[in-house]
């Protein structure tokens, strides 16, 4: 598992409109709110990404850019993004790699079924490239609001 103040792991990942985000464009130039959700379009998923959106203005007001993660294609992303007025960058880890460098894929539990799937979690990186936040546990309601906190208080 990562931890608050290491580097964060570079990657390359197209997002929703098939173009290539990297971590290192935004390095001395902007923080990175990085989180991974499990699957596009479903309650909790849904709730986090509006909420998100509702708060991109502040956001980018703090020099900081938001980008989605799960295993859903540019298309279902599209889809995703259109229904909503989603307002976030949305990357599609078709492979997993991303979730298995940032280390949010495993054993999940749901209703007594266990299945293999991403964990909600959030990652703060700073214009550095450094992690300022690291949490693997998200619930939905809220977390943007209390990522917002955390971004304003940096720099």
């Given amino acids: 598992m990562l931890e608050v103040n290491q580097p964060a792991p570079e990657f390359s990942a197209i997002n929703q409109d098939e173009e290539s985000i990297s971590l290192k464009q935004y390095r001395g130039e902007k923080n990175v709110v990085l989180y991974f959700y499990p699957k596009d379009d479903t309650p909790g ?3 986090e990404a509006n909420e998100f ?15 989605g993660v ?3 294609s540019c298309v279902k992303h599209q889809k995703f993004i259109g229904k909503h007025g989603l307002k976030v960058e949305l990357l ?3 492979e997993g790699t991303l979730c298995e460098l940032y280390g949010v894929w495993g054993l999940r539990k749901f209703m007594g079924r266990e299945y293999m799937g991403i964990g909600r ?5 700073d214009k ?4 300022v936040e690291v949490n693997y546990k998200v619930k939905a309601r809220g977390h943007a609001q209390a990522i ?3 971004v304003r208080a940096l720099d």
């Fill in 45 to 47: 998923c849904t709730i």
């Fill in 70 to 72: 799960s295993k859903d």
């Fill in 148 to 150: 917002l906190e955390i």
């Fill in 53 to 67: 959106t509702a708060l991109i203005d502040e956001f980018t007001a703090a020099d900081t850019v938001v980008l």
């Fill in 92 to 94: 599609a880890d078709t």
């Fill in 121 to 125: 979690s959030t990652f703060v990186i």
């Fill in 128 to 131: 550095q490239g450094k992690l």
